[in-house]
């Protein structure tokens, strides 16, 4: 099973996020996509556009969640490297691993990762 993890600023639009989406997944069968629980409404209109269900976690449940690539604001305000790599790995369950590290939009403002693992 292949999750992607979506990280957005406020400012991310749908069609940066899908645009990056597509670009991540590049022919890959998606199961799901997980974000940050603040950011589902964001993130819900691409689920919805893709018949794709969403995650939507927990602040606390991503803290201390290793990641491949590290981003220092978001360590510092979240306790992980990468929103987008924490959410694919959290969403895709026990022995989960990255298989396409945080990419960054093209505006800058929507991340993606991609993880594969078991189901939680």
């Known amino acids: 099973m292949i999750v992607a ?15 990056l989406l597509a670009q991540m997944a590049q022919g890959r069968r998606l199961a799901k996509l997980a974000c940050l629980e603040m950011r589902a409404p964001q993130v819900l209109p691409l689920a919805r556009a893709l018949n794709l269900p969403l995650l939507a976690l927990p602040r606390a449940a991503l803290a201390g969640i290793a990641t491949p690539t590290q981003s220092a604001r978001i360590d ?7 929103m987008a790599e924490a959410c694919a790995l959290l969403a895709a369950g026990t022995g989960a691993q990255i298989v396409a590290i945080r990419q960054i939009s093209g505006a800058g403002q929507a991340t993606c990762a991609l993880a594969e693992g078991g189901e939680i």
């Open 5 to 19: 993890g979506i990280g957005c600023t406020s400012r991310a639009t749908f069609d940066e996020m899908r645009a």
């Open 76 to 82: 510092a305000e979240f306790g992980t490297g990468s």
